[in-house]
């Protein structure tokens, strides 16, 4: 019911584009996030969006990473800037339960798109 997009490989500064859309349009009145996994680390919280619209970014990531959805509220967007080698790791969107900020307990994923930062 998530379908991502986007990723690949970029050089180190470079910047990506990550998109998930949604199948059913109901995803639109809930909290959405992006999240990474690099191997041998845990899972860490990227950003977060209401179903307002309102944002919440985990420390790490604010000022590189924005994260938005359409108008329709159909497509999850995560803009990656200013990457770096470290930031390589597999990207997953994910929605929730909850209806707005804070957001939590995510329980449906995308399939997770791998994203390479070369130095």
């Known amino acids: 019911q998530l379908a991502q997009s986007g990723g690949g490989s970029v050089q180190s500064g470079g910047s990506l584009k990550l998109s998930c859309t949604t199948s059913?349009?109901?995803?639109?009145?809930?909290?959405m996030g992006w999240f990474r996994q690099s191997p041998g680390k845990e899972r860490e919280e990227i950003a977060s969006?209401?179903?307002?619209?309102?944002?919440r970014y985990s420390d790490s990531f604010k000022g590189r990473f924005i994260i938005r959805k359409d108008s329709a509220g159909n497509t999850l967007f995560l803009e990656a800037n200013s990457l770096k080698p470290e930031d390589t790791a597999m990207y997953y969107c994910?929605?929730?339960?909850?209806?707005?900020?804070?957001?939590?307990?995510?329980?449906?994923w995308g399939q997770g798109t791998q994203v390479t930062v070369s130095s």
């Open positions: 994910a929605t929730s339960p909850a209806t707005y900020l804070p957001c939590g307990g995510y329980n449906n």
């Open positions: 059913a349009p109901a995803y639109r009145n809930y909290c």
């Open positions: 969006i209401d179903s307002i619209g309102r944002t």
